[in-house]
């Protein structure tokens, strides 16, 4: 099992920085679709250097402004938790760990070459473009507890 953890700065209160699964395409590369499938469980698909996976994860922790944490049930196993710290009132740092297991020779190589680490760093960084942005440009992204419930 491999673990990725990285952690950005972004220039939004915690009530702000965690929105909806279901916006994820729109700013984190690779993110095909993320899709409620009932009161905790999302499917994902996405693609990363050619690879296409699909996999089913279920909420397992939620704090609203604190973290959001989940398990894949079916797909490639992971699991992981996104947290978030004031650092005042209109900044937050945003942590994303994510432990995993690579598939297949090609998982394999990207992972001990850090290719996936380095996808979360680009991701974290479009997340924080994403957010910095007027809520109009985002499309008035609901908070993730209005997704998943709680």
């Known amino acids: 099992m491999s673990t990725i953890s990285k952690s950005i700065e972004v220039d939004v209160a915690a009530s702000i920085a965690l929105t909806a699964f279901e916006g994820l395409p729109r700013f984190m590369p690779g993110v095909i679709a993320v899709t409620k499938r009932g009161e905790r469980h999302l ?21 609203p402004d604190q973290r959001v944490a989940w398990s894949s049930v079916a797909g490639p ?39 996936l680490g380095r996808w979360v760093e680009r991701s974290l960084e479009c997340f924080k473009d994403a957010l910095e942005q007027p809520a109009s440009k985002l499309g008035g992204l609901p908070p993730v507890e209005h997704l998943v419930g709680h």
């Open 43 to 63: 499917s994902w698909r996405a693609q990363v250097f050619g690879i296409e996976r699909a996999w089913e994860l279920e909420i397992t922790d939620i704090a």
């Open 77 to 115: 196993r992971n699991y992981g938790v996104v947290s978030l710290e004031p650092l005042s009132v209109e900044a937050t740092r945003v942590t994303m760990e994510i432990h995993y297991d690579p598939v297949g020779v090609v998982e394999e190589l990207t992972d001990y070459l850090g290719v």
